[in-house]
């Protein structure tokens, strides 16, 4: 009998670039690696402050080696991933809780668009430099990946419910019960125990509990979606 795939949880905030840069190359491991693949948006700012732990953007050391070590990795893991000037100002007006709920709810009304809208609305972010915390944002980024009108609509109305609110606080309390101190974190279910990793560069580590060949950031013949 074959293999079952490997049930891998992927929590991740679009705020973290770390994790558009993971969500990218897992995503091309999907089929590679035989993965069951979950995505799971959770509240970073809530994981931060839950753990103790402090942004890279507001520690200035930590922040001057980010934009060093990210224009790396966009390269290395051909992710088309550029800071925007204006990133702290947006962390400090909330930063991505709203795209986080939109996400959630297009999540909870119609998960296959989940993949899609999230890809999207990291572009908007960190490639196009556009805002995604306003209606008028997530209309655009909805727009982009074709979801039906009225889909959009109703996330727009959910994103401000309860049940958002409460899936995120789910999600988000499962990461720190992993032992979340930031984003990205995957966990990878073998023989009923999970294997938790954090970061964007994990992946030869990942291959290696699966029994799998790490095969550069873009394997041959995997879906290349940049």
Do not use: C
């Not at 558009?20 to 402050?49: C, D, Q, S, T």
């Not at 572009?123 to 915390?133: A, C, N, V």
């Not at 979801?147 to 609509?153: F, K």
């Not at 999970?194 to 990942?206: A, C, K, M, N, T």
């Amino acid at each position: 009998m074959a293999n079952l795939p490997v049930l891998t949880e992927f929590f991740y905030d679009v705020l973290s670039p770390y994790s558009y840069l993971a969500f990218e190359v897992i995503h091309r491991y999907k089929p590679v690696w035989n993965i069951n693949l979950k995505l799971k948006p959770m509240l970073l700012g809530r994981v931060m402050k839950s753990s103790g732990n402090s942004p890279p953007g507001l520690v200035p050391n930590k922040r001057n080696y980010m934009g060093q070590d990210l224009k790396r990795l966009q390269k290395y893991f051909q992710v088309p991933l550029f800071l925007p000037d204006n990133l702290m100002d947006f962390i400090m007006k909330g930063g991505s809780v709203n795209a986080q709920r939109f996400i959630t709810a297009i999540d909870i009304l119609k998960p296959e668009y989940l993949e899609n809208i999230t890809r999207a609305i990291w572009q908007r972010l960190y490639e196009q430099h556009k805002d995604i915390s306003t209606s008028a944002s997530f209309r655009e980024a909805a727009e982009s990946i074709g979801i039906e009108n009225d889909v959009l609509e109703r996330s727009l109305i959910m994103m401000n419910e309860d049940k958002v609110e409460q899936r995120l606080h789910k999600y988000t309390e499962e990461a720190l019960d992993y032992g979340a101190f930031g984003a990205p974190m995957i966990v990878a279910h073998i023989n009923n125990k999970p294997e938790v990793f954090f970061g964007s560069d994990r992946f030869e580590l990942l291959a290696h509990v699966l029994g799998k060949k790490w095969l550069g950031p873009v394997p041959k013949d995997a879906p290349f979606s940049n």
